[in-house]
């Protein structure tokens, strides 16, 4: 059925002809019978990794398979969304290994993207806890794969947008938990500077992010709130909570019924909503115990909230930089701005190690922000795009809708090595998306 598809960002949209399948049966014969396909899961990543001639719904493709209490391992189809996962393994004790910040994202969306979340320093990215996975490749075949067993396709599945075929199952281990709370802690920093500091002096703290003030200039560049925390204890709860520690109160969502009109996010309104969000921590330390959504999920308490900023769409840009080129970080924010095109949601955070073929995580500096598409946006990320490789750095596949061929492939060392294995792998070019063909991956 021909139908109008945009991710998150709402920007791109195409008309694509979106395929349905509920049996791995009828998924092989569609993938073997057609060309120029990709599977899609919720939508929920920003650019253009999941959109192309023909999309593979996996919605319907998603049953929890197993779920081993004592050990901690759930296996499940690739359609299922991870909050259907955690209203599942959360009143045994158990939580995701790592966690992007949506929860309604499919597993075979965290695989394709490699998620990472707050805890990347300690935990990795996700594709560190999958113990194997199955894909149906190019001509129809499917394997099984994992860190010792077709560790080629495997590599190259984790992170590489769904172009070596159609994930199907993912087996994977948990993190043990003994309450569903999270013990918040919130510190001020004035300016980039302080935050960078404060994230060496807090590091040994599973989960922490940074919400930064784009806009500021002078002493206050880059002022800050470094938020970290670690699963809460049952002694650490408030006598209220010990009362069910695995169980969370049901709470009203609310929504964005439409499209807000373009003019309502400006440089003021920007500068608003920061000083009201700087303002609110009163002290410069604030600690308190809440549940694990609004911690690790903050923006999905509001329903369609990429409807803020309006029928146009937004992009987000998110890039990384080496531990050792913070000065590009500043020369990017300094950039911003000046342009005064601050983003609402600037989010900051630290990656650890990480050694992978084409997962976007390095060690170092990774920094996302969301720009509503206007007139003369392009051309300015293309400059960000120059200074992110001009420091060493590279932007995240999963939120990318328009960058130029020559910046991924010289940005990605792996990135001819993955292009062969997926050559190897899709047989035909039958897996194809727009973002595949803007950055010459795919014919």
């Known amino acids: 059925m021909q139908k109008r598809l945009a991710n998150w960002g709402n920007y791109p949209a195409v008309a ?43 919605l319907r493709y998603d049953k929890v398979l ?18 259907q996962i955690l209203d599942i393994i959360v009143p045994h004790g158990w939580f995701l290994p790592v966690t992007p910040g949506t929860k309604y994202i499919t597993l075979g969306g965290a695989v394709a993207s490699d998620v990472h ?31 010792t067993a077709h560790t080629d396709l495997f590599w190259a599945t984790c992170g590489g947008m769904g172009l070596t075929g159609v994930i199907t199952r993912i087996k994977f281990s948990l993190k043990k938990i003994s309450t569903a709370y999270i013990k918040q802690t919130q510190i001020k920093a004035s300016n980039l500077e302080e935050v960078i500091r404060l994230f060496d002096e807090y ?13 500021q200039k002078g002493d206050s560049f880059g002022r800050s709130i470094l938020i970290v925390g670690e699963h809460a204890a049952p ?20 929504s ?29 330390e604030m600690h308190k115990v809440i549940p694990y959504e609004p911690f690790f999920y903050p923006l999905d308490a509001i329903l369609h909230w990429n409807r803020g900023y309006g029928k146009a769409g937004f992009v987000q840009y998110q890039f990384v930089l080496p531990l050792n080129k ?8 300094k950039r911003i701005s000046d342009k005064g095109w601050g983003s ?51 932007l995240y596949l999963s939120k990318d809708a328009r960058m130029k061929q020559e910046i991924f492939w010289n940005s990605y060392p792996n990135a001819a090595k993955f292009a062969a294995i997926v050559q190897q792998y899709n047989t035909n070019n039958r897996f194809v998306s727009l973002q595949s063909e803007r950055l010459l991956l795919t014919k």
């Not at 901690?72 to 991870?82: C, M, P, R």
């Not at 590091?203 to 806009?215: E, F, G, N, P």
Request: glycine residues 8%; proline residues 3%.
């Open 16 to 58: 694509s002809d979106e395929n349905v399948f509920t049996q791995e049966a009828q998924l092989r014969k569609f993938v073997v019978s057609n060309t120029h396909m990709i599977a899609r899961g919720n939508g929920r990543c920003y650019g253009d990794a999941s959109l192309g001639e023909h999309s593979i719904s996996m």
């Open 66 to 83: 197993a779920f081993d209490k004592e050990n901690g391992i759930l296996e499940a189809q690739a359609g299922v969304t991870l909050d």
């Open 117 to 147: 979340g707050k805890n990347h320093h300690v935990d990795g990215s996700f594709s560190g806890h999958i113990i194997d996975m199955d894909i149906i490749t190019g001509n129809g075949e499917t394997i099984c794969c994992s860190h």
């Open 203 to 215: 590091k040994h703290y599973t989960y922490s992010m940074a919400w930064i003030d784009c806009l």
């Open 235 to 254: 002694e650490e709860l408030s006598a209220k909570q010990k009362e069910a520690p695995l169980k969370l109160p049901a709470k009203r969502k609310l």
């Open 256 to 284: 964005v019924p439409f499209n807000l009109p373009s003019f309502v996010l400006n440089t003021f309104t920007v500068k608003a909503f920061n000083w009201l969000y700087y303002g609110k921590n009163y002290k410069k």
């Open 326 to 333: 913070k000065e590009g970080l500043v020369t990017i924010l």
């Open 344 to 394: 609402f949601l600037a989010v900051l955070k630290v990656f650890g190690q990480q050694d992978s073929l084409i997962s976007f995580p390095m060690e170092g500096y990774t920094l996302a922000l969301d720009f509503p598409v206007r007139n003369g946006l392009l051309p300015f990320l293309d400059e960000l795009d120059e200074i992110v490789l001009q420091y060493g750095g590279r």
